[in-house]
């Protein structure tokens, strides 16, 4: 096949009403490529823009032309993404994958294939002749340089090679030079934000480990900190502890994936969360699809609230209600942050960010998330180490970091002050007169005023809930003792000054306390009870 007719079939499917205009252009430069000559472009989108949408149009479209199409993915339930979005369009297609024998159908022009089962069939144990194909696309792209991938690849010289990826890079950082010949990259996370097909990170750091720790791990091969030792690391005793705490003070009740580096790290970390009462599950690579599968709809349906795994989650798993995204794992690799981060900033009715808490420091090292980045097939190039310099460096702006509650900013998007606790930065000294100034004018502002509000009173119900339902005798005999730990605890969240109770506070109703209530105030039982152990 020549370059022109295909780039001109290309062009044809860039009209597909089912398109939206990014998705478009974005075939439209692939059409470009092509007409220039690439037989192998690779196709950045970030997570959420569609890809799969994006390669089915094409698939359908280069199919009814009369051409045979291979779609390679490299888990099953991407391959059946594939097939539900190529049914959805009308189009008939077989798979190939030891899971869903139901689903061949090898007379359709379309075969979407588990690249590991076609591996196995066709080039190591069953020595079957592959699939004939025109054109090939391979999903998750930046895991096609394994070399079993690559060995299915060049099963077909002649073919038109289509990668799509979120992070065109190896793990390592290098490019895929090796493995595509043209990149054409598509919209920032900002712009998908921006048009409402993302949702906004919302993103806290709490580091459990010191730059000095990070430093002195060893490498692994991809430059990454070496698994073992991470593992060992981040099982020192406190930590566990401070990742569920943080979890509760930030996203108690928040749908909530989390990764971990390893399965005794997971399961550490799931037996604290439950021991704080949260309900958690782990996830490894021993579990098959029908254990993650329900899992996964635990999370959904809320029966799960922390689902915690060890890096399988980070490709291809699609929980658009997903509220929060843990990472209690440093990572050198920005394809492995970027793709854990992009597992929450699908859109969903009622959510309006997605909480992102990093206990590894990953932010400090690689940039936010939503950072621009300069993808590129150069093998010299490595965009990992150019994520690091241009953080350290004064390349972009630093975001700063709430010394009280680790929220993470740009002062140029949000100013100097802390939106979420308050917090704002020490006066410089020539400032002072103006800020003095400023102080005159809001002391009026009294700082018993928030005593007054619904939602003081609200959560005041709601703690003196909480404590009768965690104590009933205590409730039964002493209410006044749940009352004013209740009272206390809402003078803490909202910041109000010590002062006497007053009269119409005891008379207040109980009622049953919210998840983000009950988790405030299990986060400040379990800090009481460790400054009792410490002192
Ligand atoms: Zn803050």
Redesign the pocket.
């Known amino acids: 096949m020549t370059p022109s007719p295909l780039a001109s079939l290309l062009l044809r499917a860039a009209e597909h009403p089912k398109l939206r205009d990014y998705q478009v252009a974005e075939v439209r430069k692939l059409a470009d490529a092509v007409r220039s000559g690439s037989r192998r472009p690779l196709c950045q989108l970030p997570t959420g823009a569609g890809k799969t949408v994006i390669g089915s149009t094409i698939a359908k479209t280069l199919a009814d032309a009369g051409l045979r199409v291979l779609i390679l993915a490299t888990r099953t339930r991407l391959v059946r993404q594939w097939h539900q979005q190529l049914a959805g369009l009308g189009a008939r297609a077989g798979v190939i994958a030891a899971q869903a024998p139901h689903l061949r159908d090898f007379t359709a022009r379309v075969q979407i294939a588990s690249a590991d089962t076609l591996h196995r069939r066709c080039m190591t144990v069953e020595r079957m002749p592959l699939p004939g194909a025109d054109v090939v696309i391979f999903d998750e792209a930046h895991l096609a340089a394994a070399d079993t991938r690559l060995g299915l690849l060049e099963g077909y010289p002649g073919a038109l090679r289509l990668g799509f990826s979120a992070t065109p890079a190896r793990r390592s950082g290098r490019g895929l030079g090796a493995v595509f010949d043209s990149l054409v990259c598509g919209p920032s996370i900002d712009e998908l934000t921006r048009r409402g097909v993302l949702v906004p990170a919302k993103v806290f750091s709490s580091p459990i480990v010191t730059a000095d720790d990070l430093a002195a791990l060893p490498k692994d091969a991809t430059s990454d900190y070496a698994p073992g030792a991470l593992g060992h690391l981040l099982m020192r005793p406190r930590l566990a502890g401070d990742v569920v705490q943080n979890w509760l003070r930030i996203a108690a009740g928040k749908r909530t994936f989390l990764f971990a580096v390893n399965k005794a790290h997971g399961a550490a970390l799931a037996e604290e969360f439950s021991r704080a009462g949260v309900a958690a599950e782990l996830l490894t690579d021993a579990d098959d699809e029908a254990t993650r599968d329900a899992a996964i709809a635990r999370l959904e349906s809320g029966a799960t609230q922390v689902l915690l795994n060890c890096f399988l989650m980070s490709y291809g798993v699609d929980v658009p209600s997903l509220e929060a995204v843990v990472l209690a794992r440093p990572t050198r690799s920005l394809a492995m942050y970027l793709q854990m981060v992009g597992r929450g900033l699908r859109p969903s009715p009622g959510k309006e960010h997605c909480l992102l808490i990093d206990h590894g420091r990953v932010i400090e090292n690689l940039g936010l998330p939503n950072t621009p980045i300069a993808w590129s097939l150069d093998d010299e190039t490595n965009v990992n180490r150019e994520a690091e310099r241009r953080t350290s460096s004064h390349a972009v702006e630093r975001p700063r970091t ?1 010394p ?4 993470v900013w740009l002062i140029t998007e949000f100013g100097s002050a ?1 939106r ?4 704002a930065p020490a006066p410089k000294a020539r400032e002072v007169a103006v800020e003095e100034v400023e102080l005159e004018e809001i002391g009026t502002h009294s700082p018993y005023a928030s005593i007054g509000s619904p939602e003081f009173t609200q959560f005041v119900r709601e703690a003196i809930g909480y404590g009768a339902q965690r104590k009933p005798d205590k409730w039964a005999q002493r209410p006044s003792a749940i009352r004013a730990a209740a009272w206390h605890a809402a003078r803490e969240k909202f910041d109000v000054p010590d002062g006497s109770i007053p009269r119409w506070a005891w008379g207040l109703e109980p009622l049953p306390p919210s998840e983000a209530t009950a988790g405030y105030m299990t986060y400040r039982r379990i800090r009481f009870a460790k400054s009792r152990r410490a002192a």
């Open positions: 709430c009280e509650c680790g929220h802390c979420e606790c308050g917090w």
